[in-house]
Nanobody, 121 residues
Framework: QVQLVESGGGLVQAGGSLRLSCAASGSIFSINTMAWYRQAPGKQRELVAIITSGDRTNYADSVKGRFTISRDNAKNTMYLQMNSLKPDDTAVYYC???????????????WGQGTQVTVSS
């Protein structure tokens, strides 16, 4: 089995910064694409940032220039550095990771439990 543990959420004032982490553990042979999503109250879950196994990144237009996604393959961990936070960034943030549990097996997408980010004005 695979577990994803997120951390780093909290309450911050507008203009502040937070760093989210997502650590994968368990039965892991390889990790492919990793991504952060978020869901605000009453809204659909949306993609925030994505990073491939080759470290190619892409961002939602709303966070470009403010958020940075990165990964540490040795630690099976992904990060999201969030700067210049705005009240509109308030949401539950989820990590999503594509994992193969053994050589030749299928790749499955796993979700973290979510971490709350609240930005006050």
């Amino acid at each position: 089995q695979v577990q994803l543990v997120e951390s780093g959420g909290g309450l911050v004032q507008a203009g502040g910064s937070l760093r989210l982490s997502c650590a994968a553990s368990g039965s892991i042979f390889s990790i492919n694409t990793m991504a952060w999503y978020r869901q605000a109250p009453g809204k659909q879950r949306e993609l925030v940032a994505i990073i491939t196994s080759g470290d190619r990144t892409n961002y939602a237009d709303s966070v470009k220039g403010r958020f940075t996604i990165s990964r540490d393959n040795a630690k099976n961990t992904m990060y999201l550095q969030m700067n210049s936070l705005k009240p509109d960034d308030t949401a539950v943030y989820y990590c999503n990771v594509e994992i193969s549990s053994r050589l030749g097996s299928a790749v499955f997408r796993h979700w973290g439990q979510g971490t709350q980010v609240t930005v006050s004005s």
